[in-house]
């Protein structure tokens, strides 16, 4: 899959320089949070860089970096709060179908160590039979902050 988001790469190349965790900044929560969508000890982030419309980041209130370090009580909490992210953007993309997906590791293309299980809804192709140059080539149409609006007003 190929994905045209004017401002991801530019945002990629720059990340690495920055000391700080994105995910732990109150400044970038305030900004990209999905307050509806929050639980005990996930938050709900709209991805300010989407891979697809739609793309929203479950993301721990506690710095962790690996899977090995969330607790029982944060994998309930998740299980709470995927579900009801994933029944609301399907509501909203009029969708049954979704992505999900986790960069971990320091080779696994993600860009903050923080961990986050990105959620993506996959409505229906508008031309499945359609097989040209931009086959499989994605128009990231859907700013983070419509998202954002979108999902406080549904
Ligand atoms: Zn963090």
Redesign the pocket.
């Known amino acids: 899959m190929r994905i045209l988001e004017q401002n991801r790469s530019a945002y990629k190349r720059t990340y690495r320089q920055k000391d700080h ?1 994105d ?2 900044d109150a400044k970038v929560i305030q900004d990209q949070q999905i307050k509806r969508l929050e639980g005990k000890f996930w938050r709900v982030l709209a991805c300010k860089y989407p891979y697809m419309n739609g793309n929203l980041m479950l993301v721990p209130k506690r ?1 962790i970096t690996q899977m090995e370090k969330v607790t029982p009580g944060e994998w309930s909490d998740l299980q709470i709060v995927l579900l009801q992210t994933q029944k609301i953007l399907g509501r909203l993309f009029k969708t049954k179908s979704f992505n999900l997906a986790m960069n971990l590791g320091p080779f696994s293309g993600g860009t903050i160590p ?1 961990l986050h299980l990105m959620i993506v809804p996959r409505p229906k192709k508008i031309n499945p039979a359609a097989f040209n140059v931009f086959h499989d080539f994605h128009l990231v149409q859907m700013s983070y902050k419509e998202l954002q609006n979108k999902l406080d007003n549904l």
């Open positions: 965790c995910f732990c710095h923080h």
